[in-house]
């Protein structure tokens, strides 16, 4: 069993604080939400905890099995077993989606050990056909002229070939439409084992149709202002924000004065405390 623990966080991008004291722990086994308006800095999550160059962590730590995730390089994360699904992949002219999963999956062996060509190839049309893609998009360069759902298709393609401890997915379910959504769904949650484990941010619960989710959390200013099951999910579908605004006394979601993210970190972090949550 790994362990992924997110420890009060404070992340600044161009000089500007977007994370104000994040705190998550993940074990593999488990799938937890992270939902929350449009800017608060969800995906600013996803890529620090990847090492994207331009998030700044200003304090706090990030740890996997008790190792220092913020020294490691990019690619050392990816070893060590972290995957980010990007909410905008990009796209890489003259890369073949094969050779982009063949050269990951190398990359990850022990020195002086080679991917055998044929059992790759069995795996990569295995995993391409249980995703119900198009035949011919491992040959294509990676994610070029690929529509939006294929995009999100090809970042679970990769999921499933180079076996995470932790997957991030960031909005994984975004421009899906119901059929895809299913496949991808499907898939993510056929993953969930004592090997692996989940940080799913979405808008939306109907993925959790399929996707068997153990927490919540709700990102509200760059903290986590409140965890829980299911229920809080479903509370924010049909009801949004509003009411947890009210709760937290909150008008607006930028930084009124009303508003410290150390207050809100200290409220989340003792509301879960005394549930007994994680
Ligand atoms: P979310 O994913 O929750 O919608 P983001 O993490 O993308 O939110 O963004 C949070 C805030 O940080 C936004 O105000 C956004 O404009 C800002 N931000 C995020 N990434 C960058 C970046 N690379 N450059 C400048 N500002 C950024
Ligand atoms: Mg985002």
């Given at each position: 069993m790994s362990k992924l623990q997110i420890i009060d966080l404070h992340v600044s991008v161009e000089g500007k604080e977007i994370l104000k004291g994040v705190n998550l722990e993940l074990n593999t086994g488990e799938f937890h939400v992270v939902m929350g308006p449009n800017g608060t800095g969800k995906s600013t999550l996803?890529?620090?905890?990847?090492?994207?160059?331009?998030?700044?962590?200003?304090?706090?730590?990030?740890?996997?099995?008790?190792?220092?995730?913020?020294?490691m390089s990019v690619d050392e994360r990816s070893r060590k077993g972290l995957f980010l699904a990007m909410q905008?992949?990009?796209?890489?002219?003259?890369?073949?989606?094969?050779?982009?999963?063949?050269?990951?999956?190398?990359?990850?062996?022990?020195?002086?050990?080679?991917?055998?060509?044929?059992?790759?190839?069995?795996?990569?049309d295995k995993a391409c056909e249980e995703l119900k893609m198009r035949e011919d998009l491992p040959h294509r360069y990676v994610n070029e002229g690929f529509s939006g759902g294929e995009k999100k298709r090809n970042e679970i393609l990769q999921m499933k070939l180079l076996k995470p401890k932790f997957a991030i997915l960031d909005e994984i379910d975004s421009g899906l439409d119901v059929d895809a959504l299913r496949i991808v769904g499907e898939n993510v949650n056929a993953m969930k084992s004592s090997e692996f484990g989940s940080l799913i941010i979405t808008h939306y619960e109907r993925l959790l149709d399929y996707i068997k989710a153990d927490y919540v959390h709700i990102l509200m200013n760059g903290v986590v202002v409140k965890s829980g099951g299911l229920e809080l999910m479903e509370k924010v579908d049909k009801e949004g924000y509003d009411w947890l605004k009210e709760e937290l006394g909150l008008d607006e979601l930028d930084d009124g004065p009303n508003i410290s993210g150390n207050i809100l970190g200290t409220c989340a972090l003792k509301e879960s405390m005394d549930k007994g949550d994680k």
């Amino acid at each position: 069993m790994s362990k992924l623990q997110i420890i009060d966080l404070h992340v600044s991008v161009e000089g500007k604080e977007i994370l104000k004291g994040v705190n998550l722990e993940l074990n593999t086994g488990e799938f937890h939400v992270v939902m929350g308006p449009n800017g608060t800095g969800k995906s600013t999550l996803a890529a620090t905890i990847m090492g994207h160059y331009k998030y700044q962590v200003t304090s706090g730590q990030i740890l996997l099995d008790g190792e220092d995730v913020l020294a490691m390089s990019v690619d050392e994360r990816s070893r060590k077993g972290l995957f980010l699904a990007m909410q905008y992949p990009s796209e890489i002219t003259g890369v073949t989606n094969s050779d982009f999963i063949k050269t990951a999956m190398h990359a990850r062996l022990p020195e002086g050990e080679t991917l055998p060509l044929l059992k790759f190839i069995r795996s990569l049309d295995k995993a391409c056909e249980e995703l119900k893609m198009r035949e011919d998009l491992p040959h294509r360069y990676v994610n070029e002229g690929f529509s939006g759902g294929e995009k999100k298709r090809n970042e679970i393609l990769q999921m499933k070939l180079l076996k995470p401890k932790f997957a991030i997915l960031d909005e994984i379910d975004s421009g899906l439409d119901v059929d895809a959504l299913r496949i991808v769904g499907e898939n993510v949650n056929a993953m969930k084992s004592s090997e692996f484990g989940s940080l799913i941010i979405t808008h939306y619960e109907r993925l959790l149709d399929y996707i068997k989710a153990d927490y919540v959390h709700i990102l509200m200013n760059g903290v986590v202002v409140k965890s829980g099951g299911l229920e809080l999910m479903e509370k924010v579908d049909k009801e949004g924000y509003d009411w947890l605004k009210e709760e937290l006394g909150l008008d607006e979601l930028d930084d009124g004065p009303n508003i410290s993210g150390n207050i809100l970190g200290t409220c989340a972090l003792k509301e879960s405390m005394d549930k007994g949550d994680k």
